[in-house]
């Protein structure tokens, strides 16, 4: 991915124009400070320092001596992202200049807002404006992370025409061998000799052969840390159908297998010491004669039978074969990412993805390093009294419940069975999606709480 920030020592930055960020309260005399009549000129152009404001400053030959970039009440952007809308002035090089904010959240929003999927495209858009990284930024570290990002979100938005299970398996593939990461699958009838039940009844209506990635990397030795991600590349709901509107957007049902990629992704750039698995439950759940039916009972990876009450509650099915296997080696930290309920933006909306652990520290870290970065979760609760809502009258559990309440609580509480001996886990029930741009988060597929992950295992396995 071509990225839109500039190195200090590259040629381009000598030239680059200043972008002075200014208050409500003291843009007038900065402004003055520039020139006589900069500070008219800028009122002229509809400026008062608001939050996102921009103005030009009249300069040499016609070229201008700077930008003023407002910044509302203080120097710190309300929105830490909010330098992305940089973007938006015309083309050229520009650097910061008295920003009071994360600069390194300021040139991370940047690059995040600068990403494109032009893979549909004739002719790619191009990138005409660019950022100076500010001083004391670890650009290689912007990189990465934008870079990881951007990865995760071709995968959201490549649609399922051409990312099936087994295309998932081969962008997996070519990432892994590019790293030197380990990759084992398991596909089709396999899977029932391997003991993966649910993932192969899910993924066999489907004439794409469902599939289990089994992703390693770094130390024997080192703590071990597995992500599990849901990866269920185009969700009909199976012979329980969506409807129009909830079919549309279900190439991304995969969000949690693009989320688990990008924090791989992250993890093994920075070489941090850890031993990292990385599971991916890959089908499409698909109708067809051979597709698993309402009524059906699928004995699970972990000898639990589980009644379907629907099939379109499919992602918790792959998830707990995937749990189940990620369990029995005892990581020390389980993570799992999935696109997993309705429930869940019913209850926070889109762009606030809930989090579920019964490990309290892991939750303290969780909630500190998602402000830290910018990237927004919210805590749900493990409610136990909830779990007799999953009750079946012939098997061990069904995997709805009767009535729809606390949807996202009970599907977390199903996944919640097939955790024992895991040190600690923490399940993110994602959108995947951001429905409406903002600052650094454009439409479309989001590998949401990547960045924050990354961040909590750079903090407790930095080198
Ligand atoms: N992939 C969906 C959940 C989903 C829907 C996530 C829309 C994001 C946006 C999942 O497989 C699903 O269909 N869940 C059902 C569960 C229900 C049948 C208990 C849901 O949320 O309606
Ligand atoms: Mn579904
Ligand atoms: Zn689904």
Request: net charge negative; hydrophobic share 45%.
């Amino acid at each position: 991915m071509a990225l839109s920030l500039v190195d200090p020592s590259d040629p381009a930055a000598a030239g680059a124009t200043p972008v002075l960020c200014v208050s409500a309260a003291d843009w007038r005399s900065r402004a003055d400070a520039l020139g006589d009549g900069v500070a008219a000129f800028a009122q002229a152009q509809g400026f008062e320092g608001k939050a996102g404001q921009t103005a030009f400053a009249p300069g040499a030959g016609g070229k201008p001596a700077a930008v003023l970039w407002g910044v509302g009440d203080g120097v710190r952007p309300s929105d830490p992202f909010l330098p992305a809308k940089l973007a938006q002035l015309p083309e050229g090089v520009y650097r910061l200049d008295g920003f009071g904010g994360d600069a390194t959240l300021a040139a991370l929003a940047f690059a995040l807002g600068g990403y494109r999927f032009d893979r549909y495209r004739a002719r790619p858009a191009p990138r005409a404006v660019r950022l100076v990284m500010p001083d004391g930024v670890d650009g290689d570290a912007v990189r990465r992370v934008a870079e990881a990002v951007a990865m995760g979100r071709d995968l959201i938005n490549t649609p399922a025409s051409d990312l099936g299970p087994a295309e998932l398996e081969t962008a997996v593939r070519n990432w892994a061998q590019a790293r030197g990461v380990a990759l084992a699958v398991t596909v089709g009838d396999d899977l029932l000799a391997a003991n993966f039940p649910m993932v192969h009844a899910v993924g066999r209506g489907s004439s794409r052969a469902p599939r289990l990635l089994d992703l390693t990397w770094g130390e024997e030795s080192a703590p071990k840390v597995t992500l599990v991600g849901k990866g269920v590349c185009f969700d009909t709901g199976g012979l329980n159908i969506k409807n129009d509107a909830g079919m549309l957007l279900m190439k991304k049902d995969m969000g949690g297998a693009a989320t688990a990629l990008a924090i791989a992704q992250m993890v093994v750039e920075a070489r941090l010491k850890v031993r990292l698995r990385v599971l991916v439950p890959a089908v499409e759940n698909a109708i067809s004669g051979t597709s698993f039916r309402p009524g059906d009972v699928l004995r699970s990876r972990k000898g639990l039978t589980v009644e379907i009450g629907n099939t379109d509650a499919e992602g918790r099915l792959i998830l707990a074969d995937a749990l189940a296997l990620a369990d029995e080696e005892q990581p020390d930290l389980l993570v799992d990412f999935a696109t997993l309920t309705g429930a869940a933006r019913v209850a926070l909306g889109p762009d606030l993805p809930p989090f579920y652990t019964d490990d309290e520290a892991l939750a303290a870290d969780v909630a500190r390093t998602g402000a830290a970065v910018n990237d927004p979760v919210w805590r749900m609760p493990l409610w136990k009294p909830y779990d007799a809502m999953l009750d079946s009258k012939i098997a061990d559990m069904n995997n709805v419940t009767t009535g729809g309440f606390a949807g996202s609580v009970t599907a977390a509480l199903f996944l919640r069975r097939f955790v024992e001996k895991a040190k600690a886990w923490a399940h993110f029930d994602i959108y995947g999606w951001t429905p409406a741009e903002k600052p650094g988060r454009p439409f479309g597929g989001e590998p949401q709480a990547a960045r924050l992950v990354f961040a909590l295992l750079q903090e407790r396995y930095a080198r």
